[in-house]
């Protein structure tokens, strides 16, 4: 299993792991979005987006993009 943090997130930038093509479930299976906020997120975002931007909208609350030096 590749576990390097090898993508990144399509909503913040911020580096990821997407274990999608993985052998396993990835760890954003665990998480339940709404079919409003998943179509939502696939008109605005191309790519996958971290767990902590989709626990984000599981709970609804905003996260800001990492700031950028």
Same mark, same amino acid.
């Given at each position: 299993? *590749?576990?390097?943090?090898?993508?990144? #997130?399509?909503? #913040?930038?911020?580096?990821?792991?997407?274990?999608?093509?993985?052998?396993?479930?990835?760890? &954003?299976?665990?998480?339940? $979005?709404?079919?409003?906020?998943?179509?939502?997120?696939?008109?605005?975002?191309?790519?996958? $987006? &971290?767990?902590? #931007?989709?626990?984000?909208?599981?709970?609804?609350?905003?996260?800001?993009? *990492?700031?950028?030096?």
């Amino acid at each position: 299993m *590749n576990t390097a943090l090898d993508d990144r #997130c399509a909503r #913040c930038a911020s580096a990821f792991h997407c274990g999608m093509a993985d052998a396993g479930a990835c760890a &954003c299976t665990g998480i339940t $979005l709404d079919a409003a906020t998943l179509a939502d997120l696939r008109q605005r975002y191309s790519g996958c $987006l &971290c767990l902590r #931007c989709l626990q984000a909208f599981a709970t609804e609350a905003p996260v800001l993009p *990492n700031a950028r030096t």
